[in-house]
């Protein structure tokens, strides 16, 4: 029985850490991303701005999807059906996954945007479309 418990332990552990460093690390653009569109230049211009609004929000959307496997781990304590906790936190984490990307995709553009202008928002989707390939790639 009690090996059962250190596998219940290890397996929630696991779940809230995942959990935790994806809301420090989106915690930590949402900073930036705050803090640039206090601080923006007045020559930033309005398509960039609405980019960074549109970030802003979306990094917002994902933290407080990554949060959800922690809020949902201490309102359902003490848990004993570790599966169904997984399914619902894997879910939580995928969904988390798309508003960061558009967030990471927009703050690529609008960084890009200094060089490039707006046809900054092309070549911004390069990585992404990489790493999609790559992903589809592996075996």
Not at 10 to 22: C, H, N, P
Not at 52 to 65: E, Q, R
């Amino acid at each position: 029985m009690e090996d059962k418990r250190d596998d219940l332990v290890r397996d929630y552990g696991t779940v809230l850490r995942e959990s935790s460093i994806l809301v420090v690390i989106s915690g930590i653009l949402f900073g930036f991303l705050l803090n640039m569109t206090v601080t923006a230049p007045d020559n930033f211009g309005t398509v960039n701005m609405v980019a960074l609004l549109v970030a802003v929000f979306s990094i917002t959307v994902a933290i407080s999807l990554f949060v959800m496997p922690v809020i949902y781990h201490h309102m359902q304590y003490p848990y004993t059906d570790i599966e169904k906790f997984k399914l619902r936190s894997h879910r939580f984490i995928i969904f988390g996954m798309v508003p960061a990307g558009i967030t990471l995709y927009l703050g690529l553009a609008i960084a890009l945007s200094s060089l490039l202008g707006e046809f900054a928002f092309i070549p911004a989707a390069f990585p992404f479309v990489i790493v999609y390939v790559l992903f589809r790639m592996r075996k």
